[in-house]
T-cell receptor
Framework: SQQGEEDPQALSIQEGENATMNCSYKTSINNLQWYRQNSGRGLVHLILIRSNEREKHSGRLRVTLDTSKKSSSLLITASRAADTASYFC???????????FGTGTRLTVIP | EPEVTQTPSHQVTQMGQEVILRCVPISNHLYFYWYRQILGQKVEFLVS????????KSEIFDDQFSVERPDGSNFTLKIRSTKLEDSAMYFC?????????????FGSGTQLSVL
């Protein structure tokens, strides 16, 4: 299966702390994307990193990609209560066109 | 900011009934998708659609499912004879180009409950 696996499944931190979520996948990819989902709502695209990139930043988000280990991490710095949500990685397999989502990490930021 | 809209937000139906879930993708997007998420589980790909035909579909998308773009704005998912296990949140998404290298814009979903 192409679908990724996030680690941890759930993460609880204090406001102001950094949150790190990891994603592993099984096959070669074209790109990897991170999405956020508030409870019961749709997914919102956060950041995309291509297979030839190793690190990318967007505001308080930092994503790394290690294609040799088939893994990625999402770091949220200086977390806020409003960051509470589920975070999913999604991959586009090399030669394919569709996104396949991982199992998600449920992040809770305690005010 | 343009957005994908889905109706209804909630749909309750009896097992064996047909349901149609509706979506209005972002107007200049060319690629359309349906995903579903069973409560507490992962988001699963169902089907992608481009140029008035299915591009790819998953094993979940069997003969009970169909998609249609009846006019220039709507994109629908039909389930002919619903089963209990079809209960899930169904998300429509669209993109300017194929998923390869392009992000998807998701609607807020339709919660389907099959009784």
């Amino acid at each position: 299966s192409q679908q990724g696996e996030e680690d941890p499944q759930a993460l609880s931190i204090q406001e102001g702390e950094n949150a790190t979520m990891n994603c592993s996948y099984k096959t070669s990819i074209n790109n990897l994307q991170w999405y956020r989902q508030n409870s019961g709502r749709g997914l919102v695209h956060l950041i995309l990193i291509r297979s030839n990139e190793r690190e990318k930043h967007s505001g308080r988000l930092r994503v790394t990609l290690d294609t040799s280990k088939k893994s990625s991490s999402l770091l949220i710095t200086a977390s806020r209560a409003a960051d509470t949500a589920s975070y999913f990685c999604a991959t586009v397999q090399t030669g394919a066109n569709n996104l396949f989502f991982g199992t998600g990490t449920r992040l809770t930021v305690i005010p | 900011e343009p957005e994908v809209t889905q109706t209804p937000s909630h749909q309750v139906t009896q097992m064996g009934q047909e349901v149609i879930l509706r979506c209005v993708p972002i107007s200049n997007h060319l690629y359309f998708y349906w995903y579903r998420q069973i409560l507490g589980q992962k988001v699963e790909f169902l089907v992608s659609f481009y140029n008035n035909e299915i591009s790819e579909k998953s094993e979940i998308f069997d003969d009970q499912f169909s998609v249609e773009r009846p006019d220039g704005s709507n994109f629908t998912l039909k389930i002919r004879s619903t089963k209990l296990e079809d209960s899930a949140m169904y998300f429509c998404a669209s993109s300017e180009a194929r998923g390869r290298g392009e992000k998807l814009f998701f609607g807020s979903g339709t919660q389907l409950s099959v009784l």
